[in-house]
């Protein structure tokens, strides 16, 4: 007689063939997703509001700080920027 190659899989735990764990994991994993916004949700609710609000005014009062330090652009690193020297990429490529 010819032995199996699979002389390993009968020595491998498998939890999963027996019909009641699937079941119960099947169950689970269906009524999971009502559970989540009925109960942990609502519950976490408020905090992420809250949370999303402060990061919110955060970033923007950075963005008022970033807006008063920045220095304004010297003339005439304005007109090097507008005359063709400034532009010789754009000038390249015909414009």
Known sequence: MKKDNCFFLNLIPQPLTSLWIILVIAYTARR???TFFKIPFPMMAGGLIAGGLLAFITS???LSYTIMLVPRMEYGIYIYMQSDVGREAGATLGE
């Open 60 to 62: 923007s009062v950075e």
């Open 32 to 34: 999971l997703p009502c």
